[in-house]
Each structure stands twice: as C-alpha cells, then as structure tokens.
C-alpha cells in the first residue's frame, strides 16, 4: 500500500512502565458491568431508538441483569430528556439497577443535565472532557493547564448542582481519547478531578479510560491502565473503569488485558455496537468468562431472542459469525468437525461428565438456547458420515451401523451438491428413509410363515413384478432362511454380511430398528426396518437391502416357477428325496426333469442334495450341541468319515473347525 509514511504511532508509554498484569493467566471475577447502548450505541445507529423503542430496550438490559445502564446524554436532543424523564417519573428504575447520564464539562449542558436527572433514585453523572494531544493542539488550541481547568471546574459543578438538586447522584469522570494523552498527563487530570470530589469507601468515584480511538496495542494499553492502577489517588476510594472502542479490532482483548492490570468496571454494548467499529462487545465478554467457568452475572441463556429483540429495535443486523451469538458460530458444515463433535457427544453421554470439552465447541450451545440439530450439525455437500450420523441419531432415534455411515453420507452429500443446498434434518431423514426404509421397487415380501425342521424353514410369499410366488428357504435362523428364500426366487449370490439391532429411541419404545448389510461382488448394500416385532423389521431391511442388487433389477431375473417348486420339495424333504419320486411329483420323465434342472438352477439333482444337506448341517453346528457323528446322520451321509471329507471339500475346513470359527 501507498502512503503508509504518514502514519505514525499516537499512543505514549506510561513513564514507569510495569507488566505486572502478564503473570496473571486468568479472569476470576467479573467486572462491574455497564451498559451504553442506549447512549453510545444508540447515537451510532442510522435511525436512533424512539422513546418507546428506548424504554423496551432498557427493559431487556434489566432483564438480562445489568445493574449499571447509561441511558443517554440528556442535553442533546429532546427524545434523550423525554426519555429519562420518563424512566424517572413512571417509576421504571428497579431498586438495585443505577442509571447513568453523559455531559461534556460545559456548564449550560451539566446544568441541562442535572434538570433531566432530578429525582432518579440513583444515578452516576459522567462527565468528560478531550484532553489528547490531537484535541488540544487542533480542536481547542489550549494548553494542558487549560485543559486541566475544564475538567475541575466541570468537576466543582457536577458537585455543587449535586447537593442543590434533589437524588441521589455519583460521579464519573473520562479523559476523552485516553490512549492518545500522555498517561502522566492523564493521571495529573483524573488526580485533580477526585481532589475535587473528595471520594472516599462509603461514596466512590469512578475514573473511566475511554480508548476512544483505538490506537494502539492491548499490551500497551494494559501496561497504561496499571500505571493508572498504581497511581491514582483514593485508589481504596475508586472504581476503575475501562471504555475500550474497537477501531483496531482489539477491544475484547483491550478490556481483558485491561482487567488484569487492574481495572473494576467495563463500559460496552450488546454485540459491540458503537461509533465507527463500535464499543467492545460485552457479550464476548461475558461469555468469556463463562466459558472459563466464571459467572459473569449477566444472562444469556436465551441469546435468540435476545438478537431478535436487539435486530428489531436498533435495525442493525447481528452478523452470522458474531462469537456466541451468530447463527452459524457452533455450526460445522465440515466432515472431520462434525465427526469430531459427534465423538464428543458421545463421549460425554458415556462418561455421564458434566464437564463440557467438546471438540470445536467452547462453550455447550444449549447454554445460549441454541439447538444441536439446528445450530451445531448442518448438513451440505462439505458434510462428513460422522455429522449425518449424529443428526439422525438425535433426531431420529436411528443409531445407524459404523460401516453403513459411509454410504448414507455419501447418499445425503449427493443430494445436497446436486440440489446446491443445506439440507434440513428433515430433509436429511427423508433421504435416509427413501432410500434405506421404502426402497422396494422390484419385489417385496407379502407374507412368511416358520417351521422348526431340523433349523428354520421358511414359506415366503414374494411380490415381483406384480407376480406372487411362495418360495421355501432353511437356514439357521428365521432371517437366513427367508435370505435363502430370495436368494434361491431370484437364483442371485450374495451373504448377510451385517445384522444390528437396538430399541427405537424416539417415538414407541415397543418398536424395534434393524439395519441389514448384504454383501454381492465386494460391495455392501443396506436396508433398514422398523416394526414392533424385530422379525418383521430384520426381515423389512432385508427386502430394502435386496431390492439394490444390480442382480435383480432386470425384468426377467428370477427363476421360473416350476424350478423354485422343485427346488422347494428338495429342500422339505432332502432327507429322502430321489430323482424318481421327484419325477412323480412333478409330473416330468427323469432325463427331462435332469436336463431342466441343469439348465434352471447350474447344478445337478445330486449337487442341489447335496448343497441342502451342507446347509443343514451347517445349521446343526451353529445352533446346538450335536455331536459332528449325530449331525453327519441326521443329515443323510451314511458315515462320519465321508461327511468330515466332504464338508472339508466345499468348506476349507472341517465340521469342528467351523463350529469353532468366530
């Protein structure tokens, strides 16, 4: 940039300068808060506050808890008089609450002051003058002595129309523009000032440091303000108060290292508003400490309406990444956060802490009345598995399988790039259930009835295509068997690679969840179901998983109703079934009936026979303490010896190592 020359340091080191405040870590205590947003703030907005405007606004300071409100400079305007007349005369002032008013050191405009003052239970009068080298030498071309005359001689008539008018009043004197002034210089006004007053325990005064122009350096500034501490005359007697402005961005920062050198009281505004950049951000502030486990007396537990209310009645905006109090300031679009934070929860729930350390978020935003589905987890195509996850956990009761978050992440992300928007925790779930829960456009499942023969057989009514076929299946259980029911329907390869269960947390406690993954050519698909009885909803996310299978998807795929009745008498009657009696039942000659069993199903007769018997043998050494010898018999093999050498043939591995397998 050009014409950076032109600049030079404004601000002056104190003449002892000490760091004393750099040993301190941290804020214990909060400061005496004040409030100027109804005189500072309110002179900075475009279209300044009505009187009712002010009186509501006045109201809500009260209502989050500040005890201390400057509410306006009296003498500048005739809404500014009305309106602390109005708090005055209608008895609006609570006991415990002290109003403060602002007045030049011009003696018709303290006078003017002390008119609309008159009968406030408590109030503080703030006087002010300029004193930096800027306002001396360009605006009132006096001397420092003469600067000095203004401020006492506007301190012995604040204290004179005090005792002649009837309240109850304090004192407050500000060397406008603080940071610009020779701080000795500074200490010799203020110390002139209080040799007027005379403060003492029962009847302080307060000394307030405006950085009216913000000029320099926190440190600086805190290493002026404990110049100021170390040296101020009645210190026992005083409140030190600090006005920190934000024209460098540091005001937070000014009115922290501030208190640690010493400082008693702040002077700010809700959301920083102010002149120029603004005052500093009592809200931050505030919050501050309380995220540090302090309890800054101020409250603000309700912070979205709070907003609204500042929005409406100062028709300023409240910005989005405003620290505490924005709308997306807990919000994480990203992936890695929301994974992050959703850990986190749920390390909390599990721990059952009540110490908050959740990653990325320093405070709990319920302590500010926000919510977690609709303030922290938002989701958008940036969104990682981790935050979907948690949305439809808190929302939805769905807490759904680690290795099924992937594809509904990437299933809720692709809506959300190609529709290039947020997308709702409504909008989210309805994703979640379109594709995992009422996916079922190729076949579903009418009707299954269970048997107990020698494991689980199952007859399944299966619509396809409009067509209703009822197919057997066995297995080990009654969802394998039913698995085994679509597999030999449709003549497709797949296996239950994941089955999960839990109690749905929302709604219905009777109603159960169940999550189905199926694995097919090393991909997973998943389904899920929800029902009151777990088998129909096991069997629900089965049908949902299915129907994904690019196997199944042609018009044509599925066996042949005479293939699966044939396959379906094998399977009820393995034990003893022979190609002759089934040529009798199917009403086929024995070479045909062979051919077309070859040619429907890829095996012959004695393969089918013998793939049914594996299967129930399979079963027998899943579900049960049968002997390997007392398994080979029940399921037809004439010895041990030949079932051992062909179970290990087709398994890789013996009856006994299969048993064992984990």
Not at 330 to 345: L, V
Request: hydrophobic share 35%.
């Amino acid at each position: 940039m050009k014409n950076f020359e032109k600049y030079e340091r404004a601000y002056f080191m104190p003449p002892q300068v000490s760091y004393d405040w750099v040993r301190k870590d941290h804020i214990d205590a909060p400061p005496i808060w004040c409030s100027v947003d109804l005189r500072d703030g309110n002179q900075a907005l475009i279209e300044p506050m009505s009187l009712e405007e002010k009186i509501e606004f006045f109201q809500m300071l009260v209502a989050i808890g500040f005890k201390e409100i400057e509410v306006g400079f009296p003498a500048a305007s005739d809404t500014e008089y009305n309106f602390l007349r109005a708090l005055i005369e209608r008895n609006m002032i609570p006991e415990d609450v002290t109003i403060q008013v602002l007045t030049q050191a011009r003696e018709h405009i303290i006078k003017k002051t002390f008119e609309a003052v008159k009968g406030a239970p408590h109030a503080v009068i703030h006087l002010y003058n300029s004193t930096s080298v800027a306002q001396r030498e360009q605006v009132f071309r006096k001397s420092k002595e003469e600067i000095k005359r203004i401020a006492v001689d506007g301190a012995e008539l604040l204290k004179n129309l005090a005792e002649e008018t009837t309240g109850n009043f304090s004192f407050q004197y500000s060397p406008e523009s603080f940071p610009g002034t020779e701080v000795d210089y500074a200490l010799e006004i203020c110390n002139a000032v209080l040799d007027v007053w005379q403060p003492n325990p029962d009847k302080k005064a307060i000394i307030n440091l405006p950085t009216t122009v913000e000029n320099a350096m926190p440190h600086v500034f805190a290493s002026q303000v404990e110049f100021m501490n170390k040296n101020l005359k009645y210190r026992n007697s005083i409140i030190l108060c600090l006005h920190p402005h934000n024209d460098r961005g540091c005001g937070v920062c000014d009115a922290e290292l501030g208190m640690l050198a010493g400082a008693d009281r702040i002077e700010g505004t809700l959301f920083g508003n102010g002149e120029r950049t603004g005052n500093v951000d009592i809200i931050t502030l505030a919050m501050n400490l309380f995220s540090h486990g302090v309890d800054p007396k101020l409250d603000f537990s309700n912070m979205p309406e709070i907003c609204q209310k500042y929005e409406n009645l100062t028709r300023m905006q409240v910005h989005a990444r405003q620290p505490y109090a924005g709308e997306l300031v807990f919000t994480a679009f990203s992936g890695s956060h929301q994974d992050a934070i959703a850990k986190g929860m749920n390390y909390r729930s599990e721990k059952k802490t009540n110490q908050w350390s959740v990653p990325y978020l320093p405070i709990d935003p319920k302590d500010v009345g926000r919510e977690y589905d609709s303030d922290v987890i938002r989701i958008n195509s940036q969104s990682g598995k981790g935050g979907i996850g948690y949305i439809l956990k808190e929302n939805y009761g769905m807490s759904i399988p680690a290795k099924m978050k992937e594809d509904v992440g990437y299933t809720v992300k692709g809506v959300s790039d190609r529709e290039h928007k947020e997308l709702s925790p409504e909008w989210v779930y309805q994703i979640f259930e379109d594709k995992y829960m009422n996916n079922t456009p190729y076949f579903h499942i009418e009707e299954f009835r269970f048997k107990q023969i020698d494991g689980i057989m199952a007859q399944v009514t299966i619509n396809h295509n409009g067509q209703v076929r009822t197919i057997v299946g066995n297995g080990n259980g009654r969802l394998d068997a039913v698995s085994n029911a679509i597999k030999q329907y449709f003549d497709v390869h797949y296996e239950l690679a994941i089955y999960e269960e839990h109690a749905h947390s929302k709604g219905s406690s009777s109603k159960a969840v169940s999550y189905v993954g199926v694995s097919c050519n090393n991909k997973l698909y998943w389904g899920v179901g929800i029902d009151d009885d777990i088998i129909n909803s096991s069997i629900n996310a089965l049908v949902v998983a299915v129907n994904q299978l690019d196997e199944i998807q042609a018009e044509d795929k599925c066996r042949d109703e005479r293939i699966n009745q044939i396959i379906n008498y094998i399977q009820t009657n393995y034990l003893t079934v022979t190609l002759v009696e089934l040529s009798d039942q199917m009403h086929l000659s024995i070479p045909y009936l062979s051919k077309y069993i070859k040619e429907k199903s890829g095996g012959t007769f004695g393969e089918i026979v013998r793939n049914v018997r594996m299967k129930k043998a399979c079963t027998f050494l899943k579900n049960g303490n049968m002997t390997v010898e007392k398994i080979a018999d029940s399921v037809g093999y004439q010895n041990v010896e030949h079932f051992n050498r062909l179970f290990k043939k087709k398994y890789g591995m013996t009856p006994v190592q299969f048993r064992n397998k984990k």
